[in-house]
């Protein structure tokens, strides 16, 4: 009977190994599913986040694009027929509006203030134009796009004689006909 009871109790003991083996390898089992789907809904969230930030930037790049549109006027300093840098960004949206729109025109229209002679200020109110108008053609625009009118000193847009009044009228505007 020794045997017999000792071999009851290696089966009991064999039969309950086998119940907690089975049962941590169910339980293992699980936890992965479990993991896997706190992982789906972190990742989905993280992509819902990403989705989000790529929704405001497109808006905020949207706002930048029109408010730089609005834009039409650039000034100059005296006798210089260089945009200023900070133009750069504005007349780069300008520049890849008329890349992405074919058909439209533009005419940029030269002015200077009424200092130097009238050739003088023909001449610096077409360099103004010019640069720009180069500055679009690097940055997509064509050429067939772009008309360039010089006004010089003759359509002020201040008739002042004050250093202010002379800033006002040093500029390029970009016209659509």
Same mark, same amino acid.
């Given at each position: 009977?020794?045997?017999?009871?000792?071999?009851?109790?290696?089966?009991?003991?064999?039969?309950?190994?086998?119940?907690?083996?089975?049962?941590?390898?169910?339980?293992?089992?699980?936890?992965?599913?479990?993991?896997?789907?706190?992982?789906?809904?972190?990742?989905?969230?993280?992509?819902?986040?990403?989705?989000?930030?790529?929704?405001?930037?497109?808006?905020?790049?949207?706002?930048?694009?029109?408010?730089?549109? !609005?834009?039409?006027?650039?000034?100059?300093?005296?006798?210089?027929?260089?945009? +200023? @840098?900070? *133009? /750069?960004? #504005?007349?780069?949206?300008?520049?890849?509006?008329?890349?992405?729109?074919?058909?439209?025109?533009?005419?940029?229209?030269?002015?200077?203030?009424?200092?130097?002679?009238?050739?003088?200020?023909?001449?610096?109110?077409?360099?103004?134009?010019?640069?720009?108008?180069?500055?679009?053609?690097?940055?997509? !625009?064509?050429?067939?796009?772009?008309?360039?009118?010089?006004?010089?000193?003759? +359509? @002020?847009? *201040? /008739?002042? #004689?004050?250093?202010?009044?002379?800033?006002?009228?040093?500029?390029?505007?970009?016209?659509?006909?």
């Amino acid at each position: 009977m020794n045997i017999n009871q000792l071999m009851k109790l290696a089966l009991v003991v064999f039969t309950l190994s086998g119940f907690v083996a089975c049962s941590s390898s169910s339980e293992e089992a699980e936890v992965p599913e479990v993991a896997e789907t706190v992982d789906t809904n972190a990742n989905d969230g993280r992509d819902n986040e990403a989705e989000a930030a790529a929704a405001r930037a497109a808006a905020a790049e949207e706002r930048a694009r029109r408010s730089a549109l !609005a834009t039409k006027v650039f000034y100059f300093d005296f006798d210089v027929a260089q945009f +200023r @840098p900070g *133009d /750069r960004e #504005t007349l780069t949206y300008h520049a890849r509006d008329l890349a992405s729109t074919p058909r439209k025109r533009v005419r940029l229209e030269g002015h200077a203030d009424e200092r130097g002679t009238r050739e003088y200020n023909l001449a610096l109110g077409e360099r103004r134009a010019n640069g720009i108008l180069n500055f679009f053609i690097v940055n997509g !625009a064509s050429r067939n796009q772009i008309e360039v009118v010089s006004y010089g000193e003759e +359509r @002020p847009a *201040d /008739r002042g #004689t004050t250093e202010a009044a002379y800033q006002r009228n040093r500029r390029v505007e970009v016209v659509e006909p």
